[in-house]
């Protein structure tokens, strides 16, 4: 193992895969005072990357739930990943200042809410208990949970007549103002199910949530939309690119090239963090102008996390992915923890993780 390696602490029968951060990585890492959650459903695995504080190295603990896609942090400290038919809340059950193994995070699933598979996309949490709001693709609808159903639609494009288990548009991003739903994205403003697949160079869409109406049209493939410190941040993942909305004007400003399909974003500070994927050999891949422009580059795809800088549009730092990990879906920022890890089913462990509330006395 290098001297840049990563130290891993897989779970049970994980399958080969290695990580090479750059040279700047780690101790841009080690400096933000946080650490990273990134998922892929390609390979079912959701991974923490932090830092060692004693070795200074990269610290990656990664777990196994099934086509893992949405992850959010909450304000409260909480994490919610989307799986093939569930949402997951996952609770820090060590207090501030403890530490168990190293790690000044532990997470554990304290709840699974069984919602079908319903294709979730982004996930945002929210604090003191409120359950999330997530993008429920296969139903073309923003949606949170209840106690009696799957999902509860909140809000549907004014385009979709209706709530049907057709994945009509591919609606897949959310951005939040705060608690409010501001933006969406779409592959392509369509009423039939599969019909966004033949509009995937062109036809995407950043609605506005309170209207319904385009914020910008003619993307590729639009993902991960973000609001940060003002301004509307997306992946137009068809051609490759990162880069901010100008919504006075309409028009997608792109900032820098990614080498691969990027999804999933997150802040910190003036960089975003963003997943970058090696495209399948599919149609919903194929055909994209991403490949004319990486053959013009004469580059092949990677798999990697990259680190952006919102005022150069450089890619700073980078933490690249090979083996069995060829695709990711979303990155998000835990901030306040250095080094986290998190409980799984496969092992005992998970048996002996008891974590009482205080008595609070009848009254």
């Known amino acids: 193992m290098t001297e840049d390696a990563a130290e891993t602490k897989p779970a049970a029968e994980a399958p080969k895969l290695e990580l090479r951060p750059s040279r700047t990585f780690t101790p841009w890492l080690a400096g933000t005072g946080a650490s990273l959650g990134f998922t892929t459903y390609q390979a079912g695995k959701i991974f923490l990357i932090g830092v060692n504080g004693e070795t200074g190295r990269l610290s990656v603990f990664e777990r196994s739930f099934p086509r893992c896609m949405g992850l959010g942090a909450g ?4 994490l919610w990943l989307s799986s093939l ?29 069984t919602t079908g598979d319903v294709d979730i996309h982004d996930v945002h949490p929210f ?15 923003l949606a949170t949970l209840d106690w009696r159903h799957s999902f509860v639609p909140v809000w549907k494009p004014p385009f979709v007549d209706r709530i049907a288990a057709e994945d009509r548009c591919h609606l897949n991003g959310l951005a ?9 994205t779409c592959v392509a403003r369509t009423n039939v199910a599969g019909a966004w697949r033949e509009h995937r160079r062109e036809g995407g869409v950043v609605l506005d949530v309170a209207s319904g109406e385009p914020v910008v049209t003619g993307l590729s ?28 004007s309409g028009k997608f400003e792109p900032m820098c090239f990614l080498p691969g399909f990027a999804r999933g974003v997150t802040f910190v500070g003036r960089h975003a963090v963003i997943g ?15 490949d004319e422009r990486l053959a013009k580059e004469g580059v092949s795809p990677t798999c990697q996390i990259a680190v952006v800088n919102l005022d150069t549009g450089d ?19 835990i901030p306040g923890v250095r080094r986290p890890m998190i409980i799984g089913f496969r092992t005992e462990e998970i048996r002996f993780m008891v974590h009482p509330a205080p008595l609070r006395p009848l009254g």
Not at 75 to 78: I, K, M, T, Y
Not at 176 to 184: F, N, Q, R, S
Not at 276 to 290: C, I, N
């Open 75 to 78: 304000p409260d400290g909480a």
């Open 85 to 113: 038919y569930q949402l997951w809340r996952f609770e820090n059950v060590l207090e501030k200042g403890q530490m168990r193994e190293g790690y000044d995070a532990v997470y554990l699933p304290i709840d699974g809410r």
């Open 127 to 141: 604090a003191g208990g409120r359950p999330p709001i997530f993008v429920v693709t296969r139903f073309n609808c």
């Open 176 to 184: 939040m103002d705060g608690e409010k739903p501001a933006y969406v």
């Open 221 to 248: 493939m639009p993902h991960s939309p973000r609001l940060h410190q003002g301004e509307l941040y997306l992946i137009q993942s068809g051609t490759g690119e990162f880069g901010r909305v100008d919504r006075a």
């Open 276 to 290: 970058v994927s090696r495209p399948r050999k599919d149609r919903t891949f194929e055909g994209l102008a991403l």
């Open 315 to 333: 890619v700073e730092h980078g933490l690249e992915i090979d083996g069995a990990v060829q695709e990711l879906y979303d990155v998000t920022l």
